[in-house]
């Protein structure tokens, strides 16, 4: 016969706690290390002259890993990599939009920047209100199936992407 001790003792250990926290702080250091700084660096480089056809590829890239992700998420391992991407794409966008920026704003960079920053929070606003509509009344598919909708939109907005640059 065995006998199983049950004990009603939930505190946490201070020594646990401390353990968890610096596992956080080094998975985010590591993932600062591995992931923003490189393609940030690696960006730079590969952004030389005109930027109007790299526009379109963070869109067509995040919108091409999240569709990954609705047939391929069940796998850990396809999901991992899906996910290493789409987060690659996120940091080049922002490279890509602030260079575009700075060379086609280049009168008024504060006020370009100022209004970067709006739109971006207001895009984080919506996106949240969507996606929280679309996971309340529909389901957890049906957020990833909008983000490729609203990449899809993106795409068609940018074009070829001339028609955001400034006219010479």
């Known amino acids: 016969?065995?006998?199983?001790?049950?004990?009603t003792d939930t505190t946490v250990k201070?020594?646990?706690?401390w353990g968890a926290v610096l596992s956080m702080a080094l998975c985010v250091a590591m993932l600062i290390a591995s992931e923003f700084m490189p393609v940030t660096?690696?960006?730079?480089?590969?952004?030389?002259g005109d930027v109007a056809r790299l526009l379109r590829l963070p869109a067509l890239?995040?919108?091409?890993?999240?569709l990954g992700l609705l047939f391929l998420g069940g796998?850990?391992?396809?999901?991992?990599?899906?996910?290493?991407?789409?987060g690659a794409n996120n940091t080049a966008m922002?490279?890509?939009?602030?260079?575009?920026?700075?060379?086609?704003?280049?009168?008024?960079?504060?006020?370009?920047?100022s209004l970067m920053v709006a739109a971006v929070q207001a895009s984080?606003?919506?996106?949240?209100?969507?996606?929280?509509?679309?996971?309340?009344?529909?389901?957890?598919?049906?957020?990833?199936i909008g983000s490729v909708v609203l990449a899809g939109a993106a795409l068609v907005l940018i074009g070829n992407g001339r028609r955001l640059l400034k006219p010479r």
């Open 94 to 113: 922002s490279v890509i939009w602030m260079t575009w920026m700075s060379q086609n704003a280049d009168d008024a960079p504060e006020a370009a920047g």
């Open 14 to 17: 201070p020594a646990a706690a």
């Open 75 to 86: 796998s850990p391992f396809a999901a991992g990599v899906l996910l290493a991407l789409w």
């Open 41 to 48: 660096w690696a960006s730079g480089r590969f952004l030389k």
């Open 124 to 144: 984080i606003l919506l996106g949240a209100v969507a996606g929280g509509w679309l996971l309340d009344g529909f389901s957890i598919r049906a957020t990833f």
């Open 61 to 66: 890239l995040m919108g091409g890993c999240t």
């Open 1 to 7: 016969m065995i006998e199983v001790a049950l004990t």
